[in-house]
Nanobody, 119 residues
Framework: QVHVEESGGGLVQAGGSLRLSCAASGRIFSTRAMGWFRQAPGKEREFVAIINWSGTATGYADSVKGRFTISRDNAKDTVYLQMNNLKPEDTGVYYC????????????WGQGTQVTVSS
């Protein structure tokens, strides 16, 4: 089975940066994309970013385009999310999923990592 674990969250002031990591273990399908989602307090979980297996194709929610960058290191079975110019509305729990189709996470979820952006 697949185990997914996020890390790297924390407290940062608006305009700052954080780098999240998502480590996967166990068997995963190399043909599947992986991605990041987030959930703000009192809101539904939303899509943030997706990356294909080779790392040659990425996609982002409009709200984070130009500020966030997703990348992947298959040798370490790890996907990253570099978050720059953070805004208070980026606050939430960030989750990684092992299988993303379109803007939907259909694989395994991690436990999440908290990101808090102060104004």
């Amino acid at each position: 089975q697949v185990h997914v674990e996020e890390s790297g969250g924390g407290l940062v002031q608006a305009g700052g940066s954080l780098r999240l990591s998502c480590a996967a273990s166990g068997r995963i399908f190399s043909t599947r994309a992986m991605g990041w989602f987030r959930q703000a307090p009192g809101k539904e979980r939303e899509f943030v970013a997706i990356i294909n297996w080779s790392g040659t194709a990425t996609g982002y929610a409009d709200s984070v385009k130009g500020r966030f960058t997703i990348s992947r290191d298959n040798a370490k079975d790890t996907v990253y999310l570099q978050m720059n110019n953070l805004k208070p509305e980026d606050t939430g729990v960030y989750y990684c999923n092992s299988d993303v189709v379109g803007d939907q996470g259909v694989g395994y979820w991690g436990q999440g990592t908290q990101v808090t952006v102060s104004s």
